[in-house]
């Protein structure tokens, strides 16, 4: 069993930051890779950003290329999204969810445990 517990999500103004964080309990973390989505009202949840078990490789929606960083800490089964230039269609809960294997797939699907969510909130 698996549990992830999100953090780091608030309100921001366009143009600024923030980091998420998502920790995760048991010893396999470090064997699986990890992914970021998010959901806005009304919308289908959403790939936002996978990272491998071993951080070799990491894959991003073609919406969030170039200003989210996700990075992960084996040490401290710890995975990161870092959001920088954050625009108002950024607005969201974003959860983190444990992969079924080493590389990490877009769909939902590829995915077997989620966090309950934290809220990132935009305002233009």
């Known amino acids: 069993q698996v549990q992830l517990v999100e953090s780091g999500g608030g309100l921001v103004q366009a143009g600024g930051s923030l980091r998420l964080s998502c920790a995760a309990s048991?010893?396999?973390?470090?064997?699986?890779?990890m992914g970021w989505f998010r959901q806005a009202p009304g919308k289908e949840r959403e790939f936002v950003a996978g990272?491998?078990?071993?951080?070799?490789?990491?894959n991003y929606a073609d919406s969030v290329k170039g200003r989210f960083t996700i990075s992960r800490d084996n040490a401290k089964n710890t995975v990161y999204l870092q959001m920088n230039s954050l625009k108002p269609e950024d607005t969201a809960v974003y959860y983190c969810?444990?992969?079924?294997?080493?590389?990490?797939?877009?769909?939902?699907?590829?995915?077997?445990?989620w966090g309950q969510g934290t809220q990132v909130t935009v305002s233009s």
């Open positions: 969810a444990k992969a079924r294997s080493v590389l990490p797939g877009v769909p939902s699907s590829s995915y077997d445990y």
């Open positions: 048991g010893r396999t973390f470090s064997s699986y890779a």
């Open positions: 990272i491998s078990w071993h951080s070799a490789m990491t």
